[in-house]
Structure formats: C-alpha cells, structure tokens
C-alpha cells in the first residue's frame, strides 16, 4: 500500500493556501515528497474557475480571486471543509475517475454521519436530495492535482446568495449541519474524510505538520 501525507492547516487565507499549493505540485511532480491531502477552512472568499465570470459575483463585498481550477463560481468561508489532494496520476486519462473518486471521499464521509449524500449523474459534485453539499473543481499541472473539493459542513449558507454557485441559484446549496438538524464536529469530520481517501485511494494516510511537509529533503 501507498503512503501519502495529510497535513492540517486550520484557517489560512486563500492566496497562501494558493501559493503552497503550487510549491507542493512542483515537489510532487519531482518525486520529492508523496501525494499529500491539505485540509484547511478559509476566510470568506469567493473564487471564480475557467468559467466563472465576475457576472456569477452577485455581492462582491467579499474578496473575489480568479483561479485555473474548472469551474464557475463558489464561496469558501468558515464552517466548510476544503481539501487541495497534491495527487500525481498514473495517466492524465485518469481525470475523470480521480473526480469520482473525490465524490467518492466525500460520500463515504458524510454518510458516515448519516446524511445520504450521492452524485448527480448530470454533473460533478456530492449531493443531498437535489441539494448541492460539496463542490469539486481541479486543475493539473504536469500530471499533478490540485485545487479540489469544498464540502458544506457547517457552512453560514447565506453567503451562497452574494454569488452563481457553480451556476445555480443560492437555494440549491446545502449542509451537513442543514440536513441533520445539528452543527457536525469539524474534527470527526476531517478524521472520517481521512479515512474515506485511504479507502478510495488505497493508500496509508501520515499526518504531519506544515513546517515538517516544507523541510522534507529535496531528492
């Protein structure tokens, strides 16, 4: 089995989370450190994809960030659970698998805590009942991912009306917190999706800290 690396980050603000993100592809794709799974919440902030448009900004009070994942438009703030995977594939035909497999990660983990999250034959992401529970949008760069999932755990949903989420109106945005009737342990959630990527991908999860993930040697 395969080992990769999981780091925390708690709350860090998108540009930094940005920039370590691109850092870790070029490691990646050199072979000097394994896959690694960022977990992370952010600063309210909206961010538009390739094919976003500052049309989809409806409230732009809120920092706005143009970025090369897929995509339109969506919120990340407080509450929501956003992982960046660092993931070399095998073969860039694998595009499409490594998105279900993403959904899913975050399927397996929400039914965990009892919410009956699915896909939506139609289009990407992980969803409740018609409502949309988690966000995917990747990019890759020399055969590496990054960018990734939003997933609403607890989530101040009204934010979702200063935007087009992914094109939809506001209302068709859920959470874990909205379908259970209660806030969810931001905690035992990561710990669930942890577990949920072992499965998926196959492999052995090492949790480590940012600063030991930057001081692993160059090969």
């Known amino acids: 089995m ?12 998108y540009r930094a989370a940005w920039d370590l993100q691109h850092r870790l592809v ?4 050199a072979e000097e ?9 952010h600063p309210h ?16 009070s809120i920092p706005v960030v143009e ?6 438009a969506t919120y990340h703030g407080p509450g929501q659970l956003v992982g960046y995977p660092i993931v070399k594939l095998a073969d860039r035909l694998d595009v499409k698998k490594y998105v279900r497999d993403i959904e899913d990660v975050l399927i397996g983990a929400s039914r965990a805590f009892g919410v009956p999250a699915d896909r939506d034959p139609r289009q990407s992401g992980v969803w409740v009942h018609g409502r949309k529970l988690g966000s995917i949008g990747i990019a890759i760069h020399k055969n590496v991912t990054y ?6 755990v607890n989530t101040d949903l009204t934010y979702f009306e200063k935007i087009r989420p992914c094109g939809f109106e ?20 990561k710990d669930a999706v942890v577990h949920a990527f072992e499965d998926v991908f196959a492999t052995q999860m ?13 090969s």
């Open 2 to 13: 395969n080992e990769a690396i999981v780091v925390d980050l708690g709350s860090i603000e």
């Open 26 to 29: 070029e490691r990646r794709a």
């Open 33 to 41: 450190i394994p896959d690694t799974l960022l977990l992370l919440e």
């Open 45 to 60: 902030v909206i961010t538009l994809g390739r094919r976003g448009t500052r049309e989809d900004v409806l409230d732009p």
């Open 67 to 72: 970025v090369e994942r897929g995509g339109e």
């Open 147 to 152: 960018h990734g999932f939003a997933h609403n």
């Open 170 to 189: 506001a209302s068709i945005m859920t959470s874990m917190a909205r379908e259970l009737g209660a806030p969810v342990s931001m905690a035992e959630f």
């Open 206 to 218: 090492r949790s480590v800290e940012k600063a030991d993930l930057l001081a692993i040697p160059q």
